[in-house]
């Protein structure tokens, strides 16, 4: 896995960190639930990042 994937990953994982709190606070569940297909999709992401590197060795 690059460095650039890792930190794509991880930004997006943190966005939705933070749209799930910010949906939390202000009560809307729209926010709260697209904060986590976020973090769901970074972890997709990151899982077939590993399995490619997992192919390179």
Known sequence: MGLGDKI?????????KAKEAAGK????????????MDQSK????Q???????AFKD
């Open 25 to 36: 606070a202000t009560d809307d569940e729209r926010l709260e639930a697209e904060g986590q």
């Open 8 to 16: 794509e990953n991880t930004s997006e994982n943190m966005q939705g």
């Open 47 to 53: 899982a077939g990042e590993k399995v490619k590197d």
């Open 42 to 45: 970074a972890d997709v992401k």
